[in-house]
């Protein structure tokens, strides 16, 4: 075999390798539920970057680019909703992380 047989084989075997490590990756998870959709109504969002699920199973969200921050409920029903673009108490700039306590 000469260097470029081998390099090509090598290249293959890595690639089967990538594909079956994605392939085993993805068989780990499972769809469950969308919540949300794209826009600045309710229960829509815009860039959502934090994600937090309180014990009574609510999904909070929050929205990035519509300043706010929106709760779902188990079945991805919108809930509610708080803040707004702003700096005083109550209001959001671009708000990227959440938790609840």
């Avoid at 969308?34 to 009574?56: F, Q, R």
Wanted: with cysteine; net charge negative; proline share 3%.
């Amino acid at each position: 075999m000469n260097k470029n047989t081998i390099v090509i084989l090598l290249t293959i075997i890595g690639l089967v390798l990538l594909f079956n490590i994605a392939e085993a990756r993805a068989a780990c998870y499972q769809y469950v539920l969308t919540i949300g959709s794209i826009g600045s109504n309710e229960g829509n969002l815009y860039l959502p970057s934090g994600v937090a699920l309180d014990t009574d199973g609510y999904v909070y969200v929050a929205d990035t680019f519509n300043n706010r921050i929106q709760k779902f409920g188990m079945n991805g029903e919108f809930a509610l909703k708080w803040g707004n673009n702003g700096g005083a108490p109550g209001f959001f700039n671009t708000p990227y992380g959440i938790d609840t306590m």
